[in-house]
């Protein structure tokens, strides 16, 4: 049975959505009039399946905004707009983004038109997002929670945590959490997770929690700053590279300047970690770290290392 409630969502998105100019501001705001118009061409709307009225639209419109949709009335222009969060906000204005694009892509996926052997997704194994809402739950709850968790180093074990919010980072999802024996923060992969039993009835005090939030503040990936301080980071990246880290930047600090040269600098106030490292290796010859020299440094030795395995 196909969920209306859901399609009528997708379409109000959509079309919201379209009158967004390319730096994602409203070039028109929509008139309930307009909404009840475009839904009623839709396939549902047309066959009579999708329940079309004000009151049906203004019920659709307010459970997106419980998902962080930020869709605006303007009382001078008569109408309703998508609109960008303050950057105050990046991390409500980041799951905006989400849950727009996510419908987006529901709304293809249940058109008939054909699409699907035009769409290839990426062939990967399960994220163990399954579970992702018992999850939340037990972060909202503040509820000590058992975890069975297999890492890549050692035998599957079992482990009481107390979790305080869900990062995703190249497509994986991770539980941010204080291990209870080593009282510790840690980063579980939900895809090594096997089991998770939440004890309601044991709940744990909330204040690392904050601590934990910005524990990634100046780090990429999902290795903290460990009590790192964040340092200066300079890197010079060829034309090529440049485009793609200036249309998504390696971190929300960055800054650019083009050289002579036709490179670019790019300077970043963040902890050196792994995921740092990882990330600027995977550039190859288009990048050269200009400071700290200790990141200069093991860009050299991991080069160095790869390149005498072809030796």
């Not at 419908?103 to 054909?114: E, K, L, P, S």
Request: glycine share 4%; aromatic share 12%; proline share 3%.
């Amino acid at each position: 049975m196909r969920n209306y409630s859901l399609i009528r969502m997708c379409a109000i998105v959509r079309y919201l959505e379209n009158k967004l100019d390319r730096n994602g501001e409203p070039r028109e705001f929509i008139s309930k009039k307009e909404l009840e118009t475009y839904l009623k061409q839709t396939p549902e709307g047309q066959d009579g399946l999708l329940s079309i009225s004000g009151r049906s639209i203004d019920r659709s419109i307010e459970e997106l905004r419980s998902m962080n949709v930020n869709i605006k009335y303007s009382h001078s222009y008569k109408g309703y707009a998508i609109e960008h969060l303050p950057e105050d906000e990046a991390i409500c204005q980041e799951q905006q983004q989400r849950i727009v694009e996510m419908f987006n892509m529901i709304d293809v996926m249940r058109t008939d038109h054909g699409f699907s052997k035009f769409l290839h997704f990426e062939k990967r194994d399960r994220l163990g997002t399954q579970f992702l809402m018992t999850l939340l739950k037990s972060c909202q709850k503040k509820s000590i929670t058992q975890i069975t968790y297999h890492s890549f180093y050692k035998e599957e074990e079992n482990k009481l945590v107390e979790p305080y919010f869900v990062k995703e980072w190249e497509g994986r999802w991770y539980l941010i959490a204080m291990d209870k024996s080593k009282r510790a923060l840690r980063t579980y992969a939900f895809d090594r997770l096997k089991e998770v039993k939440v004890y309601n009835n044991q709940t744990f005090n909330d204040q690392f929690r904050e601590e934990a939030v910005h524990y990634f503040d100046h780090c990429i990936g999902i290795f903290g700053s460990n009590n790192k301080k964040p340092e200066e980071v300079i890197i010079r990246c060829s034309k090529r590279q440049a485009k793609f880290v200036e249309t998504k930047p390696l971190h929300q600090t960055q800054t650019m300047c083009e050289d002579e040269d036709g490179w670019t600098t790019f300077k970043y106030k963040i902890c050196v970690t792994y995921d740092l490292l990882k990330e600027l290796l995977s550039y190859g010859p288009e990048v050269v770290v200009i400071k700290p020299d200790r990141l200069r440094e093991e860009m050299i030795d991991n080069l160095e290392r790869s390149l005498c395995l072809y030796e």
